[in-house]
């Protein structure tokens, strides 16, 4: 079965913080893909990173980082220096070429940064 | 501009109603998924089509209906047979599933029963 589990329901950090947010997936596929996503207040969910299965640098765009561990099926996302336009609810997310391409997502990390 | 659209924002339904919740891409994008939102819960999938004339059903498709005659638009009917209905619905889109690409969204129809 495909299961993602975003165990931080709620983090709250004081602006310039480094966060990082949990991501902790199950999948039978061999190829699979892993997703993060930002949903701001107004509720349009933007996409930040695709990752393949069989990729597992890590990748940095300015302060968000990804750390991908297949030993311990992870996919952690790090946001350096926080800042008040961070705060927002992520998703984490999988998608698997061996189960019909859905996606599945993850309950969801509300973070709140604090000015 | 090319995304995707929905509408309307808000809507509201009187218990035993249907109502249809718009989808529309420009993207030619394949695949069109439709996604509630609860507080806690995550998104959850209700329908995806990958071609036109085509759909499948998500985990939580009882009483809701789908259409894809078009590849641009894809409608979500949430009927009578829905018990609880209220909550924010997403509609995405994506490129050829098979490629797994991402999904883009649009920004969603917040449904409430009064």
Same mark, same amino acid.
């Given at each position: 079965?495909?299961? #993602?589990?975003?165990?931080?329901?709620?983090?709250?950090?004081?602006?310039?913080?480094? #966060?990082?947010?949990?991501?902790?997936?199950?999948?039978?596929?061999?190829?699979?893909?892993?997703?993060?996503?930002?949903?701001?207040?107004?509720?349009?969910? #933007?996409?930040?990173?695709?990752?393949?299965?069989?990729?597992?640098?890590?990748?940095?765009?300015?302060?968000?980082?990804?750390?991908?561990?297949?030993?311990?099926?992870?996919?952690?996302?790090?946001?350096?220096?926080?800042?008040?336009?961070?705060?927002?609810?992520?998703?984490?997310?999988?998608?698997?070429?061996?189960?019909?391409?859905?996606?599945?997502?993850?309950?969801?990390?509300?973070?709140? #940064?604090?000015? | 501009?090319?995304? !995707?659209?929905?509408?309307?924002?808000?809507?509201? +339904?009187?218990?035993? &109603?249907?109502?249809?919740?718009?989808?529309? &891409?420009?993207?030619?994008?394949?695949?069109?998924?439709?996604? *509630?939102?609860?507080?806690?819960?995550? =998104? +959850?999938? !209700?329908?995806?089509?990958? !071609?036109?004339?085509?759909?499948?059903?998500?985990? !939580?498709?009882?009483?809701?209906?789908? /259409? +894809?005659?078009? $590849?641009?638009?894809?409608?979500?009917?949430?009927? /009578?047979?829905? $018990?609880?209905?209220?909550?924010?619905?997403?509609?995405? /889109?994506?490129?050829?599933? *098979?490629?797994?690409?991402?999904?883009?969204?649009? &920004?969603?129809? *917040? =449904?409430?029963?009064?």
């Amino acid at each position: 079965a495909q299961k #993602v589990t975003q165990a931080q329901t709620e983090i709250s950090v004081v602006e310039k913080e480094d #966060v990082t947010l949990d991501c902790v997936y199950e999948t039978r596929d061999t190829t699979y893909y892993l997703f993060w996503y930002k949903q701001p207040p107004s509720g349009e969910l #933007v996409f930040l990173i695709r990752r393949n299965s069989f990729d597992e640098q890590n990748e940095i765009s300015g302060r968000y980082s990804w750390n991908f561990q297949k030993s311990t099926s992870s996919f952690n996302f790090t946001i350096t220096a926080s800042q008040v336009v961070d705060s927002a609810v992520y998703f984490c997310a999988l998608s698997g070429f061996d189960t019909g391409n859905q996606f599945y997502f993850g309950t969801g990390t509300s973070l709140t #940064v604090i000015p | 501009d090319g995304g !995707i659209t929905q509408s309307p924002k808000y809507l509201f +339904r009187k218990e035993g &109603q249907n109502v249809t919740l718009s989808c529309e &891409q420009n993207l030619n994008h394949d695949a069109m998924y439709w996604y *509630r939102q609860d507080p806690g819960q995550g =998104l +959850r999938l !209700i329908y995806y089509s990958q !071609i036109v004339n085509d759909f499948q059903k998500g985990d !939580i498709a009882e009483g809701y209906s789908v /259409s +894809r005659e078009k $590849k641009e638009s894809f409608p979500l009917t949430v009927t /009578s047979a829905q $018990k609880n209905p209220t909550a924010f619905y997403l509609c995405a /889109s994506s490129i050829e599933p *098979r490629l797994n690409t991402e999904a883009f969204f649009g &920004q969603g129809t *917040r =449904l409430t029963v009064v």
